[in-house]
């Protein structure tokens, strides 16, 4: 707009407040993913299981319907700690397959495109930038995670009673805290790829291996040295232990086993023990704060090019 004309004039509509300011990334990303047929179909598959869910405890409280398909009520799936914690296991690898395809192409269309200083040079720190990227997969994820889980969980308050509700109050924290530790931990892992790796489909095989070459080198120290510490370097074996724990269902001690030497002698009564539960939440926090630092390192308004 040239200056001489004088048709210059300051905004004077209403300003955003600066707490809400990042929530303007995933409004559009948002946007663009929805506007994907292929990721649109896949989150709506998503549903599929927690309708499903929604189902047996339905019938599990409807004893016309049950009388109707001729359902012993015995055999209906008990609604427990159990119930809910399959159903974020569930979820959550669904989840996985979600950031695995949204995730990688947040940061990297930015630093692709000299994309960073349109953003920085507004009242727009770096930290709100990373929240407002983070929060389109939090955003997404929760959608197909804790958000059903706790419907779940309220329909089956509901339906059982306020007895029910209360004794397993303890329940809706689980699946909230645990989906969340999940949701975070994709998030910061596929923002770190993504700042790093700016090819979509590298980017993707990487966030891949980020959990499948771990799972299998822990397993494969697991095998070798008969301990269970391979699990602290397996992000699946992280998230299900810790998901185990919230849940009451974690076990240190799996098992005895029966050992043979090459010289035939037996050694009866090896047992093979987790790693203390405290370990696994460590470990997690330690990867989320590395991947932190990789984006604080990479997320800057320019780059020197050696």
Partial sequence: MAVF???YRRYEGRLTPEWSRFLVLPRYA????????FLTALFCLCFIYP???AIVIYLHHNANALALMKIDVREVLPINASFFQYFVEVQGWLAFVLAVLVGPV???RDLANNGLPLYLCRPFSRAEYVLGKMAVLVILLSLVTWVPGLVLFLLQAYLEGARWLVSNLWLAGAIFVGSMTWIVLLALLALAVSAWVRWRVVASGALLGLFFIPSAFGEAINGLFLTLLGHLISPAALIQNIWRGLFGTFTREVGRF???DAWGNKFAGVVLREPPLWAFWLV??????VCLLLLARKVRAYEVVK
Wanted: hydrophobic share 55%; proline share 0%; net charge negative.
């Fill in 5 to 7: 004309e004088n048709s």
């Fill in 30 to 37: 948002l946007r663009d993913v929805f506007g994907s047929k």
């Fill in 51 to 53: 309708l499903v869910a």
């Fill in 106 to 108: 947040l940061v990297s």
């Fill in 258 to 260: 029966n050992i043979e």
């Fill in 284 to 289: 997690v926090a330690l990867i989320c704060l």
